[in-house]
């Protein structure tokens, strides 16, 4: 399965920025454990508010950004900027680091030749596997096709 990496969506004034006023709007799982906890240390160290996370899961999401495809949410996290260009999977993690203080220093390694197609690979696994990554065995709930791609 082909996912695009960065998809560019101009359609007048930016949906990302309309609900918190914040310039990027991180849309993630919300019913998984290990992206809960991933978003608590995002919103920690954005000291400069420059993220909204939003869980999928949230009414209005699908209104608010309706180029993104409803499956796309459940395959990987989307990152919504300035303009409506859109990150998503391995590409939205390297731009989320990017915003966030010190980020760079982390978000180098992705220049190296190769990184970026194997960073989506793992991205992906992760993905795949997060309810079992995240949750355990002791996990009660996982939503329908978790965990399925």
């Known amino acids: ?8 969506v101009v359609t007048g004034e930016s949906a990302a920025a309309d609900r918190s006023g914040r ?18 240390r995002i919103e920690q160290v954005d000291r400069a508010e420059q993220i909204e996370a939003v869980a999928s899961q949230a009414p209005g999401v699908r209104d608010r950004f309706p ?3 409803p499956e796309a949410y459940l395959e990987s996290v989307q990152l919504i900027g300035p303009g409506n ?22 978000t180098w390694i992705f220049s190296i030749p190769g990184v970026r197609p194997l960073a989506e690979r793992i991205y992906r696994w992760v993905a795949r596997n997060r309810y079992k990554l995240g949750c355990g065995e002791h996990c009660v709930y996982r939503p329908p096709n978790a965990g399925k791609s």
């Not at 399965?1 to 998809?7: A, E, N």
């Open 1 to 8: 399965m082909s996912v695009p990496v960065v998809q560019f």
């Open 23 to 40: 310039p990027y709007t991180l849309v993630y799982d919300g019913t998984c454990k290990m992206c809960k906890r991933l978003v608590r």
């Open 67 to 69: 180029w993104i495809r």
């Open 85 to 106: 260009e859109t990150w998503q999977g391995a590409a939205a993690v390297e731009r989320t680091l990017d915003i966030l203080p010190r980020g760079s220093f982390i």
